[in-house]
């Protein structure tokens, strides 16, 4: 595999031959250079003045500070990842080691409606509860901040090795507004979220993104997600989905960002397009499909994708979203409920089956120095060392933890991820976050990370 060596960012250029005179500046001799419009790659010397391209082609010697050669190497610009959760480990990793060793310069974040701001001041306790249930991480005094501008000035002071392009996350305008609350929001509620959403927006968010299978996000309606979209569409902004569901209710999932796009007139991207469970294997290219054909219909939307066969997410995925109204505190009362013992252990199998069942779901991340001899687990193995169905075992295990249980999920084909990776419109997002190699070798780490 040839090397690549990346820059910070070049598209354009124009070839042609300079004499450098700029002390300090840098040559790179006798590279492949990729520029990323797609042109085939061309052999030759680039110059770095200062922070720009100074020149790409035969570049003479004058008086420059540093020539480096870069024979047998390929020079490109620095790789975007469009879609990552890096909001939630950037204090703990701000140089972006895994990322920047890979190419990557500039990552979209807060996706799936997962994300750090807006912020309400009477509910930043659940915020924080909900970004740790989820395997975030939070800067020492938790959050701090109300809004876009204040989040930006806490990372800004971390000196990120990487560039961070934010989106709103509903999931938090809805908290901000509501709380954990399974119900419509009133007018003045409705009111107070498109404010939020707009204040974001106008203070330098991409977008705003949803995760419609994650609670509290996942209780807001179609009706409310087009509210939504509308101030999106006004700021020309982009609208991305965790759609609502990824195995029996895909396709009507697909028809709910379709119309909310139509109607809203926002651009609608379709986060790491997939069909989880074998039962439905094929059907993801069938989503691609509608895709393509209400783009075609005039519908601004795309998709992107992952490249495994795995999913990962939290536990409490497999635990229905009636049970997560009022937020972990509340789901937590629910799953110690001898009464409600049996209709979620019947829930939780169902949907612990469509993704593969218990020998294929792997335990990733446990808080409890009790149980961290299951991480790397599955959830079989589980069950057998405490001779209890895996239900059950899953049921308990969330309580033990505070339902702050991540875990890996082997239930995608590679029908689909092959089928929807030839698209040439569908792009690429890891769905990973920034990690450090040393501190955090001893993690149980999924490869979209890496």
Partial sequence: MTDVLVLLGFLFYKKEVRTVSTVGSIILRGGTIIDGTGAPGVRGDLWIDGDR????????????????????????????????????????????????MQGVTTEVTSNCGIGPFPVSACRIAELESYLNTLSGSLPEGGVTWTDFNGF?????????????????????????A?????????????????E???????????????????????????????????????????????????????MNSIEEAI????????????????????????????????????????????????????????????????????????????????????????AILQEMTVRGGPERVKLSVLKTAANQQWVGKTIQDLAAAR???PEEAVRQLLIEEDAKVNAVYFSLGEIDLEGIMQNPNVAVGSDGQVMNPERDRTENVHPRSY
């Fill in 53 to 100: 391209i100074g020149a790409v082609g035969k570049v003479e010697t004058g008086t420059a500070g540093e020539e480096i050669d870069v024979s047998g190497l390929v020079v490109a610009p620095g790789f975007i990842d469009l879609h990552t959760h890096t909001d939630r480990k950037i204090f703990d990793n701000p140089l972006g080691d895994s990322k920047v």
């Fill in 152 to 176: 930006a000035a806490a990372v800004e002071k971390l000196q990120p090795g990487i560039n961070l392009a934010m989106l709103a996350a509903q999931g938090a305008v809805r908290i901000a």
């Fill in 178 to 194: 509501i709380g954990w609350d399974d119900r419509p929001p009133s007018a003045t509620e409705m009111t107070q979220m498109q």
């Fill in 196 to 250: 939020l959403l707009d204040e974001s927006l106008r203070q330098g968010a991409w977008g705003m993104s949803t995760g419609l299978v994650y609670p509290p996000g996942s209780f807001a309606k179609p009706d409310e997600l087009i509210e939504l979209a509308k101030v999106l569409a006004k700021h020309e902004a982009l609208y991305t989905s965790h759609i609502r569901g990824e195995s029996a209710t895909l």
């Fill in 259 to 346: 119309t909310l796009g139509r109607i809203s007139g926002a651009r609608v991207q379709v986060s790491h397009l997939k069909a989880i469970g074998k039962p439905f294997w094929g059907q993801g290219v069938v989503a691609l499909r509608r895709i393509e054909a209400a783009r075609a219909e005039g519908v601004d939307i795309w998709a992107d994708q992952y490249p495994y066969e795995a999913t990962a997410t939290s536990l409490a995925a497999l635990v229905p979203g009636w049970a997560q109204d009022g937020g972990i505190a509340a789901l937590l009362r629910r799953l110690e409920d001898p009464d409600l013992r049996q209709q979620l252990s019947t």
């Fill in 387 to 389: 001779h209890l169905p």
